[in-house]
T-cell receptor, first 117, second 107 residues
Framework: SQTIHQWPATLVQPVGSPLSLECTVEGTSNPNLYWYRQAAGRGLQLLFYSVGIGQISSEVPQNLSASRPQDRQFILSSKKLLLSDSGFYLC????????????????FGAGSRLTVL | DAKTTQPNSMESNEEEPVHLPCNHSTISGTDYIHWYRQLPSQGPEYVIHGLTSNVNNRMASLAIAEDRKSSTLILHRATLRDAAVYYCITSYGKLTFGQGTILTVHP
């Protein structure tokens, strides 16, 4: 069966420090990978998605970047964190052939809660 | 993605059915209707999706209006574990989550 892992689960970082959140998927090949962010009390915002190694699409301009160095690995990074980067970060995956389909079903990880002080 | 409108919150009693409404009047012909739910401090969980016909699975039922401008997620017998934020999304491809409906289930 497929599983998705995110780490770290909780992170407290000072303003201006770097960030690296990692996500890996097991039990599937060629997944679509996504990073979402959820600010306190708000809905989920799609940040990045990837359909393959080295292929990253950004949905909103921001202080963050994403990379996909391996087929089942997705990394969210920042060189200098801002207070506004605080939130609940969620990685998700879906099967490759579904991104261009209305039946694109996402499976989410447990999330990484980031607090920037 | 078409915009969806959901009530901010709803309440139910345990063991009773729950009908969660969603309006999506600008839905396009190729958009699917998706429902996810999110328990506190967890990632969203897929519940059900459909295009035109009503759908049933082990978690819930999805009733889609004939004109597709609205839909209803039906939980047949609410349990305390069903207390969550329920998101209705209409999409073709990438999914955009709105604010959802906070469902409270009373014992």
């Amino acid at each position: 069966s497929q599983t998705i892992h995110q780490w770290p689960a909780t992170l407290v970082q000072p303003v201006g420090s770097p960030l690296s959140l990692e996500c890996t998927v097991e039990g599937t090949s060629n997944p679509n990978l996504y990073w979402y962010r959820q600010a306190a009390g708000r809905g989920l915002q799609l940040l990045f998605y990837s359909v393959g190694i080295g292929q990253i699409s950004s949905e909103v301009p921001q202080n963050l970047s994403a990379s996909r160095p391996q087929d089942r690995q997705f990394i969210l990074s920042s060189k200098k964190l801002l207070l506004s980067d605080s939130g609940f970060y969620l990685c998700a995956w879906s099967t490759r052939d579904r991104l261009s389909s209305g039946a694109n079903v996402l499976t989410f990880g447990a999330g990484s809660r980031l607090t920037v002080l | 993605d078409a915009k969806t409108t959901q009530p901010n919150s709803m309440e139910s009693n345990e063991e009773e059915p729950v009908h969660l409404p969603c309006n999506h009047s600008t839905i396009s012909g190729t958009d699917y209707i998706h429902w996810y739910r999110q328990l506190p401090s967890q990632g969203p969980e897929y519940v059900i999706h459909g295009l035109t016909s009503n759908v049933n699975n082990r978690m819930a039922s999805l009733a889609i209006a004939e004109d597709r401008k609205s839909s209803t997620l039906i939980l047949h017998r609410a349990t305390l574990r069903d207390a969550a934020v329920y998101y209705c999304i209409t999409s073709y491809g990438k999914l955009t989550f709105g604010q959802g409906t906070i469902l409270t289930v009373h014992p």
